[in-house]
């Protein structure tokens, strides 16, 4: 079975500065597909990024962008410029290629931006 | 588009009452799957629903279960409400069953008392 380790129940950082989430999987699985999911106070669950296990290319979205090693089953995300709009639980999530829907999420990050 | 949207919000039920909660996916999406999130499990997946067919489960008992319409709207009912029932339950949609994202709704906080 898979399993998602999220170490930092919590985390916290300057506005305008740049913090990094870390998250591991264990997987025996050589497909499959990394999510961030952010979710605010009003708890509405947002996808943040994505990233394919056959891609090499780390994704990037706008001031969001992952450090993807694959070898290591590591999977940790950078908020770079952070916004009082970034205060939220963060979770890390893992989805097997072999169309199973089924998200295994991690315990989740708190992210806390300092004015 | 409208996003995912989970009727009721809210909802208060006592131990033993049986509840159903409603989850309206994105237009076009085909897939739908459920959530509970509680404080001690963390989020955990209950089922997936494509194309009117459970594709898969979760673990958990019997008394959770689900279905999905032609119009790829879902429901999941709970009976014989226990306590550690009480929780967010998410639903999330998909394109389709394969490689695509999940859209998140923004839950049902149900509370058993």
Known sequence: ?115 | KAGVTQTPRYLIKTRGQQVTLSCSPISGHRSVSWYQQTPGQGLQFLFEYFSETQRNKGNFPGRFSGRQFSNSRSEMNVSTLELGDSALYLCASSLKSRGYEQYFGPGTRLTVT
């Not at chain 1, 913090?19 to 999911?37: G, I, Q």
């Not at chain 1, 509405?44 to 994704?59: G, S, T």
Request: with cysteine; proline share 3%; charged share 20%.
């Open chain 1, 1 to 115: 079975a898979q399993t998602v380790t999220q170490s930092q129940p919590e985390m916290s950082v300057q506005e305008a500065e740049t913090v990094t989430l870390s998250c591991t999987y264990d997987t025996s699985e050589s497909d499959y597909y990394l999510f961030w999911y952010k979710q605010p106070p009003s708890r509405q669950m947002i996808l943040v990024i994505r990233q394919e296990a056959y891609k090499q290319q780390n994704a990037t979205e706008n001031r969001f962008s992952v450090n993807f090693q694959k070898a290591a089953k590591s999977f940790s995300l950078k908020i770079s410029d952070s916004q009082l709009g970034d205060a939220a639980m963060y979770f890390c999530a893992y989805r097997s290629a072999r169309g199973n829907e089924k998200l295994t999420f991690g315990t989740g990050t708190r992210l806390t931006i300092i004015p």
